[in-house]
């Protein structure tokens, strides 16, 4: 019973973090009426089916302003409401990223049942921070003709060095920074706590990052606060976590010999070079489900996926003399002087199995469970 011991703990542990290593989006703004004049007292309400709890709610202070603070990406209705004034209401307000979202209210004397919808779009620009972040939304990270790995994905971030978009299937590390700082600089965050490995200072890992399913991709690439570990870019990723609803994505890809061609001409063989890098087999395959184990109290979600490539080596062969003890030295397999051809190659292979539970469990407090366990091949033959 050591895993549920280990379990019992990380919970424990979690649950006494700080509110700012979730930190995620935050509202903010000022309650006037017709004269201008700032409204202590106003109780907004921030609600979006994003929430558990479905509604944030918070009081403008003695100078008017309120804020709501680590709200998950999605659409919020946000309501304005005093004794003795008309309630202003606001629909469609998207959020996204981890910066500040300002939305403000003028409200008219009259009566409570009395409601003045305001349209227009919620504004783009954070004026109450020095971040400068970009937000990769779920639908575009799954519509991007790229390999599902984080560093093809930030390739259509402007200003990052580093990362490059494959459509390969790769178990590696992707390194990446900004603004000509140290090519190892940038750091990973799901959730908003570092999860990558120290490269002398960086934090990235060979860790398969469940990107596909991520709400939302947020990278900070400049004007960080102290609460960042370094000045680079930070790319935190913001984990799906089920709903009130069964739901589910499948995905499937492969290629072969037959998906590759290759450029290799008289000029490239008179100089040595007589084949190209032959692709054996590349697949990517993975399913995820979530829904609720208790409506509007407790949510889960899992991810399945197995990907992987086998490609040869040009150029390069089993020894011939293999298991042979007469022989101590290397001869190639490569079908002259009656060899058979046995060519060398590279495998490499990654399965991922991954859970999240999250609860409510007041109406003022959260708790969530991640559990993410990777087994790894790599071989070369």
Known sequence: MSWLRKAVWVVFVLALLPASAWAQATLAGVAKDASGAVLPGVTVEASSPALIEKTRTAITD???????????????????????????????????????????????????????????????????????????????????PVARGYGSILAAVPSLQGAGASSSSSVNPSFFTAHGGPGNEGTVQLDGLNVGAAFNGGGVSGNAYDVANAQEMQISISGNLGDAETGGPIMNLVPKTGGNRFTGTGFGSGAGRWAQG??????????????????????????????????????????????????????????????????????????????????????????????RLTSQLTPRNKVSFYYDYQWTAIRAA
Request: proline residues 3%; hydrophobic residues 40%; glycine residues 12%.
């Open 62 to 144: 003695g100078t008017g302003q309120y804020q709501i603070v680590d709200l998950r990406p999605g659409t919020y209705s946000i309501t304005f409401t005093l004794t003795g004034f008309a309630g202003v209401k606001r629909d469609g307000v998207e959020v996204s990223g981890a910066g500040v979202i300002t939305i403000n209210a003028d409200m008219k004397i009259g009566s409570l049942t009395d409601v003045i919808d305001v349209t227009g779009e919620a504004p783009v620009v954070d004026v109450q921070s020095t971040k400068r972040q970009a937000v990769i939304e779920n639908k575009v990270i799954n519509e991007l």
């Open 262 to 355: 290759h450029n290799v001409d008289d000029t490239l063989r008179a100089q040595g070079i007589t084949e190209a890098a032959g692709l054996i087999k590349l697949w990517d395959v993975s399913g995820a489900v979530g829904g609720p184990i208790k409506r509007d109290k407790l949510w889960f979600f899992a991810n399945l996926r197995d990907f992987g490539n086998h490609t040869e080596i040009p150029g390069g062969f089993a020894n011939a003399f293999a298991g042979d003890a007469s022989h101590w030295d290397y001869a190639p397999a490569d079908g002259q002087g009656g060899r058979p051809l046995i060519k060398a190659r590279t495998a490499t292979s990654k399965t991922v199995a991954s859970g």
